[in-house]
């Protein structure tokens, strides 16, 4: 089955004049791709922390500044000829932690606020955001194609970012927590028309 175009994908190809000399520019400087994985994880472990302190701006500056090493390390890899299923897999799986350390600062600081609400949303908002990649893992380890829905990584990315920046982490975690699980939904929804038409 011909797989759909994903936003990521149409990103990765509008933005390839850009991504590609940075891609570069890493390279020759020694920088492996797994580094800048890594570094795209720490940036956002540290994120994490700030705002469990309730440092909403500089957490959310740090979650915008390591958005894009989620393209470069790819680009890097394709550049150097080293791309590799295990390369991608290392991505995806670093890409989660993420999501979910931030997600995890945010839970610790509404807690600590004592606010139950935004504590369960923020649990919502994680179990969609893990639940929208696991869909799309199990759709393709069975030859399904899951490439749909209206909150995929780089959208949750556009949504959580800028909100953060503008301590609007409130409005970050509700809108994730419906849309991500809407996803989810939509992604299973997809999966069940393909095997029903089987």
């Known amino acids: 089955m011909q797989k759909t175009k994903t936003f990521t994908q149409f990103l990765r190809v509008t933005f390839k004049g850009i991504l590609d000399p940075l891609g570069g520019f890493f390279n020759r400087l020694g920088i492996m791709p797994n580094t800048m994985t890594l570094l795209g994880l720490l940036l956002n472990v540290v994120a994490a922390y700030l705002l469990s302190q309730g440092q909403m701006l500089a957490g959310g500056l740090l979650v915008l500044i390591g958005g894009p ?4 390390d790819g680009t890097m890899a394709r550049l150097r000829g080293e791309a590799s299923d295990f390369g991608a897999f290392v991505d995806s799986v670093t890409d989660r932690y993420s999501e ?9 600081f509404y807690a600590m606020q004592g606010d139950k609400t935004l504590v369960m949303v923020c649990y919502v908002a994680a179990a969609g ?3 929208v990649s ?7 380890s069975l030859k399904f194609d899951a490439n749909t829905g209206i909150l995929t990584r780089v959208e949750r990315y556009l949504v959580i970012a800028p ?3 503008f301590n609007l982490a409130w409005l970050a975690v509700w809108t994730i927590a419906i849309f991500a699980n809407v996803t989810a939904l939509q992604r299973i929804w997809r999966v069940r028309k393909q095997a029903k038409g089987n």
């Open 69 to 72: 090493f989620d393209g470069l």
């Open 100 to 108: 979910l350390f931030i997600l995890g600062g945010l839970t610790y």
């Open 129 to 131: 955001s893990v639940l």
């Open 134 to 140: 696991y869909a799309k893992a199990r759709a393709d």
């Open 163 to 165: 909100l953060l920046v």
